[in-house]
């Protein structure tokens, strides 16, 4: 569980990066992530199931499209709370 006091560590900067990248999109695929953060695919899906067990990002899934990523309010705070989200 995410606490307040959570949000005074920081992330690696992968991490950081893709809440970021998400912040400024709507949802993006794994795949988008990866091309444009320059990082393989495998790569960028672990960064994103940790930021998930730490409530901050949310993957949906359809069977009419491929998975996609958002960020969710924990994630905003993070960045809020770091100065990296005006």
């Given amino acids: ?6 949000h005074n560590e920081y992330l690696d900067n992968v991490k950081e990066k893709i809440l970021i990248l998400l912040s400024q999109h709507e949802e993006l695929e794994p795949e988008e992530i990866s091309r444009l953060l320059g990082i393989g695919v495998q790569f960028s899906l672990f ?40």
């Fill in 47 to 86: 960064h994103l199931e940790d930021l998930k067990k730490s409530n901050m990002t949310m993957d949906y899934h359809s069977s009419e499209r491929p998975t996609y990523w958002k960020i969710i309010q924990n994630g905003r705070a993070y960045l809020v709370h770091h100065g990296m989200l005006s």
């Fill in 1 to 6: 569980m995410q606490t307040e006091n959570s």
